[in-house]
């Protein structure tokens, strides 16, 4: 679940996969649309100051930014174009940003000139009038004018974002290579490229007689659909509640609906039905385009549905029972390099079983965690976290808290203490963060069902170079009696390209669970079915995964690597998490709690462990803690199944030690 190659993609969790980046394909003469020659600017900026086009007289080059503060692309593309300012001044090239947004106010673009350090003109376009002038589509989209503020080069800064891929660096520096170009007097070789980015929240003429408006229809399709992520202090990068903002946004949320991006669902609908699915209805669709068809009308906005009810700070149902920090202090994160990963143990004092209801873990700072996961353990225990059997409670990109069924929570056995796995990443400048867990604890006597989270998985992975369509599957563990599955999870990482949930009766006979054509490490999402299943006494679960490592993944990091299992993003993993429910028994619904081991007992077990481990190291000749069930003894076979949890035929160090 690493991050570390791709360093931005913590910010860009949801913003490069939805309502972000598009492209807008330019003529081969960069200047038909707009014209040729820059002839006027009369804008104003946010300090106050109107800027014309006389105030750049002494500046060879002039380069124009249209810029948002709320596009995600533009926050990051600000900050390179003060460096490209900087590298480029004394070659007598300006820089200039122009917003012409709606629903960008004065006031927000100060605010995002000091968050991005901007010390080039920031300029409002009001009406979107220059906008207009230059035929600007998107932001950031730049144009670059020459001593006689002809128009030379149009297009992106560079090629590292795109339509679901981000790419470690850019293949192609596009506009510094424009600038060196034109300051040595020579052609722009490359005159024009795509545009990846925002579209430009113009004003519209709004229809007079429109059936279809914000109050009417639009405000509640948004919240039903949209306003969970799209709210203060959400993952999303602008709220959705303002019809001022709403409007701005109207032609980019049309063009990511149209296009499958928004709302994030990635799951066939061809096979179960699932109780957190996102996606709109085609009669839902069809408001939203009629809607940004007419204009963006308003309406009646003064009987608004009311926003979904939320925690301030949280997912969870009600205010936490109890916070636990992740770290006692705060952690500071390095600006650049490689930050393995991180743990931290708290002792929550727990002299009793505690169930859990509800549980969230919070990033203190979202543009540096990747992800958090939460463990309970006996204290004092050291190794033996497998966080790809199962985990307490986890933070992913995408992740959205998904409540169980009544009756239905997790246990943390008393005296146990919490261990968290923390993976950060860093950002380009040094950051903090103090992330924290949330919990909400359920009554004791109202719990009937024990949630339990394990996996498929598949370890042994060696995915060619080149291989476009690497197909592998991993199996889970028997399921015990009177189990009811609850959701699924998941996981693989940048070269993942399709996964499938299956059941497999004892019997051998399958049926499709989940079938996820397109997978995106961005949305990790947990998919919750509608209905808990019923899966019969020692059924499994399979997953099959398949991987792109070939060229024409854009995320690839390295067409030309053997791919294995790693932490890192690129290396792989195939984890197939699911999550499903056992029924307490009626002495344990009682409160009756299973007597304790005796000494004797204990002794047993640590012996029985000692000799299985020795039998296992002595079996494991190559050290590498993994035992293939073909090179051990077929007298062994019997112990080697019983020991292999996960039924992948392959018995780790692990499984070993963590067997009763």
């Not at 040094?430 to 604890?441: H, R």
């Given at each position: ?267 066939s609908g061809d096979h179960l039905p699932f ?173 009937t069902h024990e949630i339990v989270t394990t ?206």
């Amino acid at each position: 679940m690493n991050c570390v190659r791709f360093r931005i993609a913590s910010i860009l969790v949801v913003l490069l996969s939805a309502a972000v980046p598009t492209t807008t394909t330019i003529a081969s003469d960069p200047a038909a649309a707009g014209g040729t020659s820059l002839e006027r600017i009369d804008l104003i900026d946010f300090r106050g100051r109107t800027w014309k086009l006389d105030d750049f007289q002494s500046d060879s080059i002039l380069v124009v930014a249209m810029l948002g503060t709320e596009c995600p692309l533009a926050k990051l593309y600000a900050i390179r174009l003060g460096e490209i300012q900087q590298q480029y001044q004394s070659q007598s090239v300006r820089v200039i940003g122009v917003m012409s947004n709606r629903q960008d106010s004065l006031e927000e673009i100060a605010s995002f000139a000091k968050r991005q350090s901007i010390e080039f003109p920031l300029l409002k376009d009001a009406g979107n009038r220059f906008a207009d002038q230059v035929a600007a589509e998107r932001t950031p989209e730049v144009f670059v004018y020459d001593a006689d503020r002809e128009l030379r080069y149009r297009g992106r800064v560079d090629d590292q974002y795109g339509i679901g891929y981000i790419r470690d660096e850019p293949r192609r520096h596009d506009l510094r290579i424009a600038l060196d170009e034109l300051a040595s007097g020579r052609e722009v070789s490359l005159p024009q490229t795509d545009t990846v980015g925002c579209i430009i929240g113009r004003t519209k003429k709004v229809a007079e007689h429109s059936d279809v408006t914000y109050g009417g229809q639009v405000a509640e399709i948004l919240r039903k659909r949209c306003v969970e992520c799209h709210r203060d202090g959400e993952i999303a990068p602008f709220s959705l509640t303002d019809y001022d903002e709403v409007a701005g946004w109207s032609d980019m949320m049309a063009e990511v609906v149209r296009e499958g991006r928004m709302p994030p669902w990635h799951a066939s609908g061809d096979h179960l039905p699932f109780a957190n699915d996102r996606m709109m209805s085609d009669e839902e669709k069809e408001t939203l385009y009629a809607w940004v068809d007419a204009g963006s009308p308003k309406g009646d906005a003064s009987e608004l549905p009311p926003l979904p009810e939320k925690i301030p700070g949280w997912q969870l149902p009600r205010e936490p029972d109890l916070v636990v920090p992740v770290s006692t202090e705060s952690v500071k994160i390095p600006a650049t390099g490689e930050v393995r990963y991180q743990y931290y143990r708290v002792d929550p004092k727990l002299d009793e079983d505690m169930w859990i209801e509800a549980a969230e873990l919070k990033p203190g700072n979202r543009e540096v965690v990747h992800h958090i996961l939460a463990f309970a353990a006996p204290k004092g225990t050291r190794g033996g976290l497998d966080a790809a059997r199962g985990f307490l409670v986890g933070y992913v990109p995408g992740a959205r808290l998904e409540l169980a069924p009544k009756g239905h929570a997790k246990r943390i056995p008393a005296g146990s203490e919490l261990i968290f796995q923390v993976h950060y990443t860093p950002i380009g400048t040094e950051q903090q963060d103090q992330s924290s867990l949330g919990i909400c604890f359920a009554d004791p006597e109202s719990i009937t069902h024990e949630i339990v989270t394990t996996s498929a998985l598949q370890p042994r992975l060696k995915i060619p170079p080149g291989e476009a369509n690497y197909e592998t599957s991993g199996t889970s563990p028997r399921f015990p009696a009177e189990a009811t599955l609850l959701s699924m999870s998941p996981h693989m990482h940048v070269r993942g390209k399709s996964f499938r949930y299956e059941l497999e009766t004892a019997a051998g006979k399958r049926t499709t669970l989940l079938d996820i054509p397109h997978y995106d490490f961005n949305w990790q999402t947990t998919y919750v079915l509608q209905n808990p299943l019923a899966v019969p006494e020692g059924s499994r679960i399979v997953c099959t995964a398949t991987y792109d490592n070939s060229e024409d993944n854009l995320n690839n990091p390295d067409p030309t690597a053997t791919v294995r299992w790693g932490d890192q993003t690129w290396d792989e993993m195939m984890i197939g998490y699911y999550h499903y429910a056992v029924p307490l028994s009626e002495q344990e619904r009682a409160g009756v709690k299973k007597p304790a081991m005796t000494l004797r007992e204990r002794a047993e077990a640590l012996i029985r462990n000692a000799a299985r481990l020795q039998k296992f190291e002595q079996l494991d000749s190559d050290g590498d803690g993994k035992l293939a069930r073909s090179d051990t003894p077929k007298k062994l076979y019997g112990v080697f199944d019983d020991l292999d949890a996960n039924g992948d035929g392959v018995l780790t160090k692990q499984e070993v030690e963590s067997a009763p």
